[in-house]
């Protein structure tokens, strides 16, 4: 009983620190990331607001990125026509920069025989 615990608190143990390395380097991949978030003048609700407001769907991402020295929000919407549109907006202003249609990149598998 003893060593089955024992075991079992061995196990957690390791599953906790795989959980903690995975945590670390998905922050240590993005390391402006906080500091973004916290420079935006506009919440991810209000982007999300706007954008639902210029294109009619629903929502599915949202993301807050750098782009050409320029703060922004990209959020995806997805339409009654199953069209993926991005709508980007500056996240000082909350103007819309542009709403364009997402591209869809065909993946061929190459197998070897």
């Known amino acids: 009983m003893c060593k089955a615990l024992s075991i079992e608190l061995a196990f957690a143990s390791l599953m906790v620190a795989a ?3 995975i945590m ?3 922050v240590s991949a993005e390391p402006n990331k906080f ?3 916290v420079s935006a003048k506009v919440s991810i609700v209000e982007a999300i607001t706007t ?3 210029k294109v009619s769907g629903a929502v ?3 993301k807050l990125e750098q782009k050409h020295d320029r703060l922004i929000w990209e959020v995806e919407v997805v339409t009654q026509e199953k069209q993926v549109m991005e709508v980007h907006i500056d996240a000082q202003t909350g103007t819309i920069i542009e709403v ?3 591209t869809v990149k065909s993946k061929r598998i190459h197998r070897r025989h």
Do not use: C, L, N, R
């Open 19 to 21: 959980g903690t390395m």
């Open 24 to 26: 670390i380097d998905h």
């Open 35 to 37: 500091e973004k978030a």
């Open 51 to 53: 954008a639902s407001g």
């Open 60 to 62: 599915v991402e949202a």
């Open 100 to 102: 364009e249609a997402e």
